[in-house]
């Protein structure tokens, strides 16, 4: 096989390195799985001019790795942002084995985000095995537990970010290899119910029903919902009582609510929070936060994007912005420092049984972080 800089973007090469990322399962909640593959990522840099930092996870996650450049790092350069973890639990590559069909390759994680870490990985490889370096230092974060809302690395990721001039991020592409320039912020909350319980059939004025009034509580969440403006507002997790002849004491929900920025945001996680109960006896308690902040399209994110934009048309792909309502690590980055998202490859059906990329996606898009690497300064 011939070597990496023999043929530096060759298409089956950089499909090989995905699918030896693919083949490792990284379920977020099985660390020992994410840690191994933490492992492979930190043993590719060796030989390369780059200090690689481990940090040890904890609270059920993995490890998260930091590769820096052995250049630039005085001075603010380029953060890229990539996961490890997956959603889909282990076991699923039976299911889901990588392989290839025309255009696609197939596996869990594979598109979010696998792909796009690898050729960022790649890309870095490259740009040392040319024999020189980028105007700015590069320093890339692995973490282990974005999948989960990044419990674990949020301080780390806003750490770096801090440090950065610029943030690439490397989840998927959109909609046809669209890279992402805003993105929703990201709220849950749980809903604690305490009811009264009785007998349903002799004692039913004796009791208050918590499910009763988590219907109440949904009805509530629901009118939040507000598409035009662009929030969400989702019930997705509900759980009570008890026995059908039973009036319930418990309920309980889980909540998702998505807004497009930080003013929609300062309104509604209030009205969230200060959910009351509209029966007499029963209590309700809500509890939650704003996990992702809004990533709002800023004048330096703009600016970035436009360069971006004409590093692709040089390598012969058109690059269109886009808006998405799903979160990412750069949601935390991209507050304070020039942020672009959506670098990694094109494909679709993320976190489902026929996740896949395109491998026509490969080349181009490892060329684009290549040479956002050589350009940005």
Not at 253 to 277: C, Q
Not at 292 to 299: A, F, L, M, T
Not at 332 to 360: C, N, W
Request: proline share 6%; with cysteine; hydrophobic share 35%.
């Amino acid at each position: 096989m011939p070597t990496v800089s023999d043929h530096p973007f060759d298409t089956n090469v950089i499909l090989d390195g995905i699918r030896r990322w693919v083949e490792i399962e990284t379920p977020t909640d099985a660390p020992d799985q994410v840690n191994k593959l933490a492992t492979l990522v930190a043993d590719g840099y060796r030989g390369l001019p780059a200090n690689i930092e481990r940090v040890p996870g904890h609270s059920g996650c993995g490890d998260h790795i930091v590769a820096r450049s052995s250049w630039g790092q005085e001075n603010p350069g380029i953060l890229v942002l990539s996961h490890l973890d997956t959603v889909h639990p282990i076991g699923f590559i039976e299911r889901l084995p990588f392989h290839v069909e025309s255009d696609s390759a197939f596996g869990p994680g594979i598109y979010d985000m696998k792909g796009g870490a690898y050729l960022a990985f790649h890309a870095f490889r490259e740009l040392c095995a040319g024999g020189g370096h980028s105007p700015l230092g590069i320093t890339h974060l692995y973490v282990s537990d974005e999948e989960i809302g990044s419990p674990t690395s949020r301080a780390l990721i806003e750490a770096e970010g801090r440090k950065a001039k610029y943030v690439l991020v490397t989840e998927p592409a959109r909609d046809g290899g669209k890279i992402v320039t805003s993105r929703k912020g990201v709220a849950r909350f749980e809903v604690f119910i305490k009811g009264v319980p009785s007998h349903a059939g002799t004692r039913p004025a004796d009791g208050r029903s918590a499910i009763r009034e988590l219907a109440n509580i949904i009805q509530t969440l629901e009118a939040m919902n507000d598409l035009a403006r662009g929030v969400t507002v989702n019930v997705g997790v509900v759980r009570g009582g008890t026995k059908p002849n039973v009036i319930p004491e418990d309920a309980y929900a889980e909540v998702d609510m998505r807004v497009p920025t930080l003013a929609d945001a300062d309104e509604l996680v209030p009205r969230i929070l200060g959910l009351t109960s509209r029966t007499d006896g029963v209590s309700v308690k809500v509890t939650g936060e704003l996990n992702r902040p809004p990533y709002e399209k800023s004048k330096t994110g703009a600016t970035l994007f436009e360069h971006a934009r004409s590093l692709a048309a040089q390598i012969g792909f058109e690059l269109i912005d886009s808006y998405t309502g799903g979160g990412s690590d750069g949601n935390f980055t991209a507050p304070f420092t020039a942020t672009l998202d959506g670098l990694g490859v094109d494909g679709e059906g993320a976190h489902t049984h026929y996740e896949q990329m395109y491998i026509s996606s490969i080349e181009p898009r490892t060329r684009l972080l290549h040479r956002l690497y050589q350009t940005l300064r």
